[in-house]
Structures are given as C-alpha cells and as structure tokens.
C-alpha cells in the first residue's frame, strides 16, 4: 500500500476502506506523507467528498493518530461543548461554570483565535496568572475535583489533524465539509465527554455562510460522534450580527461575568443558557422546562458565577479577579465612538467589527501572534433596533493600534428605511441516536 495509490484512488471517486485511510492518517502523523501528497489527499476529498463510512474512519483514525485522555473512574456525565466560531462567542465561559454547578463536569479543550478575534483559551487567560496549558492528568483531575475545566490540547493530542490543519489553511482546502467534521470530531473523541454538543454557525461572521451548508456539517458531525459511541447533538445558530455586545479579550470575559451575574440578557445568554438546557437534557433525560428552571436557578443563585471563579483559581489565577472583572480587566485607554448618520432600522456585520477588533490587535493573524486583550468593540446598539441620527452605535478602545480599524468598524453599520427582520438565533437542533 502506498500514499500515491490512495490519493489516486479518491481521485478516481472510489470510496476508499478503513485499511487504506488508516494507513494514510499514520503516515501524516509519522511525517512520512509529504506535505504534497497531504494536500493532494485534501484536494481530493475537497472536489469528490466522502461517504460517511469515509468520513467516519478518517476521524476515528486520527483520533487514534496520538495520545487521548482516558475517561476518569468518576461518576456522573462529562460534558463537552464546540462551536465552529463566530464574534463576540464567549458561550463556553458561561456554559461551563452553570453546568459545573448543576453537577454535570465540563472537560473542554479549547483552542487560540486565528483571525478577527481572540479564541477562548485568550480570553479565560485575560484572567491574571490563569495557565491554560494542563497535563492530561491535571486536565482530568480537576474535571473530577470540581467539574470545570478548560485547557488547550497538548502536542500529542491528534498530530495528523495538526498536520493536515496546516496544509489545509494553505491550500485554499479548509471549506471541505468531510475534512472540517473530522478536524473537530477527532479532537472531541481524544478526550473522554460522554455528551457532546456542537454549535455550527452560520452567515456574515461565521464559516460556513447558509444554514443549508451548516446543517450538512452539524449532520455529518453528530453521526460521526454517535457511531463512536457518544451522545452527541449539534444546534445550527445565527452569525449575521455579533453574538454579545462586547468584540475583545477582556470585554467579552466582563460580558461573560455580567451574564452570569443574571445582569446582561441578549442573545449571548440566550445562546449560552439554551446549550446549557440542551446537554442537560440529553445527559440527564430531564424535560427541556425542568433544564430551564435549573439553568434558571444556578445564575439567580450565584452558584454559576462562584464556580467560574473556583475554576480560575484551580487553574493558577486569582479568583477574586471573577468578582472585580470591571476592574481588573481594563478596556484600552483610547476611545472613539461611531454615530449613526441617519435614523433607521440598523444592520450590523459581525465580520467587519471582528477586522476592526484585529486591526486594533485584538487578533492573531499568524498564530503565536500576542493578542491586545484590552482592545475592544462595545455595541451601543443591536441589529434590528431603530436608532436616531448622532445615536452612539459602537464604541472603539485602542493602545497604540488602530490602523483602518475606525473606517472597518463604521463598514459594519446600515442604516435602512424598513423594519429589518432577523433570522432566528437558532435554526435547527439535531440530536444523534
């Protein structure tokens, strides 16, 4: 068997056999495979697909290509939580803490932005002193110890993904459906969550751009975790506009805060609690009202919020700094406000606010870039909302960077005569079987 063979033979359009994608994920991750051959593979599968056997054996397989966190001799359900990516998506810094408290453990790895904005591994480490780089065996036993963790993954965990990751981003191969299910199921089966929920957005901010496209990907995406024996579940969302109300590091952790305090409510915390209900529901079989009167309770208690910040103190920050989050997580010192020119029915791209938050440098463009986290977009108004001329709509904090930042960030703002009616937030909910 060779490289060549099976990279001609998904040239030919035939489907190829678990030997032969096994042998081809082994050889990406043991360097053997060129990066020629890798992106010839991925061109491949770009223009032909893949059945979903096909599909399903290229992430077991490549979650086999490294070392996984085993399940830990625990009782209770492990949960895990992925979203595809969007602007102003600070959901798992609220998921996680209100779950935890509703005593369903929360292991998630998380990854680094690369691109308009910061991932949430840069923004839980706005948090002074916070590590998110944890041994298997730390990331395991604070599951266990206090049902909230979030860490990135380690250098082991999936090498072939990393690999063909890489070649993907340059090879213009990233927008294959096969290929982008299994760069997230692999990295969600090499750690050990018994349920799975994934949040595949859609539209101006997000990956994929129509809900039919993301409805493909959160299908595929659940049958591939529930043929791997997990219970897995996927909810296809709105990315027209930003998610919260805060574009930036430190501004969407302070946002996060003011949710769990049960201070902010908009589509952030509406998101954020509907995927905390929809895992408790599918890992408890409770009825979806029962999960939104606990979900309910855990913010109103202050359950949710203590949680956060006994996680940011496991994990090596202060957790005093959960309760001060306005002042110990400061926004830039320069400021520039946006106006509305006109009155109207507003219109918002989460994409041009998310280039704005990076000119500023609230972004990577390369990845390990250092990231501004104290650059920042503060809406002072949502999509959909009818504004007055000389109304306030965003707020721009910078250091010393702000670039085309201000002419990006205004782009972003349209103005229109008629009542503009807004997708709902979520599309569709699919759950596995």
């Not at 096994?22 to 020629?36: H, I, N, Q, W, Y």
């Not at 009167?293 to 855990?298: F, H, I, P």
């Amino acid at each position: 068997m060779r490289v060549y063979d099976i990279i001609e033979a998904k040239k030919r359009r035939r489907e190829l056999t678990d030997a032969e994608i096994g042998f081809f994920v082994k050889k990406v991750a043991d360097g053997s495979a060129t990066e020629g051959q890798i992106a010839a593979f991925c061109m491949a599968v770009l223009l032909n697909g893949m059945t979903k056997r096909e599909a399903v054996s290229l992430t077991l397989a490549m979650a086999d290509s490294g070392k996984k966190t085993p399940r830990p001799p625990a009782d209770g359900i492990f949960a895990d939580k992925h979203s595809t990516g969007g602007v102003s998506d600070s959901t798992t810094l609220v998921l996680v803490p209100v779950l935890a408290s509703l005593g369903v453990k929360c292991a998630k790895y998380s990854g680094r932005g690369l691109g308009h904005t910061g991932g949430t591994l840069d923004k839980l480490e706005s948090f002074r002193g916070l590590t998110t780089a944890l041994s298997p065996q730390e990331f395991a036993g604070q599951a266990v110890k206090i049902g909230a963790v979030i860490a990135g993954q380690t250098e082991e965990t999936v090498p072939a993904d990393k690999r063909m990751y890489a070649v993907r981003d340059l090879t213009a191969t990233v927008d294959s459906i096969p290929l982008i299910a299994s760069s997230v199921m692999s990295k969600k089966l090499a750690s050990f969550s018994d349920v799975i929920l994934l949040d595949v957005k859609y539209g101006d901010g997000a990956f994929m751009r129509t809900a039919s496209e993301a409805e493909k990907l959160a299908s595929l995406m659940v049958g591939i975790g529930s043929a791997a024996g997990r219970k897995t579940c996927a909810a296809v969302t709105r990315m027209d506009s930003p998610l919260g109300d805060a574009i930036g590091c430190n501004a969407e952790v302070r946002e996060a805060v003011g949710v769990l305090q049960g201070k902010i409510s908009n589509d952030l915390s509406a998101l954020s609690f509907y995927h905390c209900e929809k895992i408790l529901e599918q890992a408890e079989g409770i009825a979806e009202e029962e999960a939104k009167r606990r979900v309910k309770e855990a913010v109103a208690s202050g359950r949710a919020l203590d949680k956060l910040a006994e996680m940011v103190g496991a994990q090596g920050g202060d957790p005093r700094d959960v309760y001060e989050a306005e002042k110990t997580l400061p926004l830039a010192k320069n400021e520039r406000r946006i106006e509305a020119k006109k009155d109207g029915y507003l219109k918002i791209s989460a994409l041009a606010l998310g280039r704005a938050c990076l000119e500023m440098g609230g972004g990577r463009e390369k990845a390990g870039a250092q990231i501004d986290h104290e650059a920042a977009i503060l809406l002072g108004k949502r999509a959909g909302e009818f504004v007055r001329r000389g109304e306030t709509l965003a707020t721009l904090y910078y250091n010393d960077k702000e670039g085309d930042a201000y002419a990006l960030a205004e782009s972003a703002f349209s103005l229109s005569d008629k009542r503009i009616r807004l997708r709902p937030l979520v599309h569709s909910f699919t759950a596995g079987r």
